[in-house]
């Protein structure tokens, strides 16, 4: 799975934010499960910035969000992310795709 999230930060508060999305990268990245990541900038947008990881299933990243090392190293900067859906299933040819249900029954 790919998980993309996107921050709108200020340029002045750019190379702050950078050094503070590395170390939430870095803490992703030592959970089982991770498969890789980037962090980049828009080009058109210096404002804009993303974290796009890649993961081995869904339960991965969810595990991975509850680590202690991710909460205490990463979940201040990804909670600064705009809000919008972030988590993605890879389609390939053939995929049966993820079927549209609510999560939970309450």
């Not at 080009?43 to 909460?71: C, F, I, M, Q």
């Amino acid at each position: 799975m790919i998980v993309v999230n996107r921050f709108r930060v200020p340029v002045a508060d750019g190379e702050t934010f950078r050094a503070d999305l590395a170390t939430a990268h870095e803490a992703l990245a030592a959970c089982a499960g991770y498969a890789g990541g980037e962090i980049g900038r828009n080009v058109d947008d210096p404002e804009l910035w993303v974290l796009s990881t890649r993961w081995e299933n869904v339960g991965s990243y969810r595990r991975a969000l509850s680590s202690y090392d991710v909460k205490l190293r990463a979940v201040m900067v990804l909670g600064r992310a705009i809000e919008e859906p972030s988590a993605y299933e890879l389609v390939g040819p053939g995929t049966t795709l993820n079927i549209e249900s609510p999560r939970s029954l309450g």
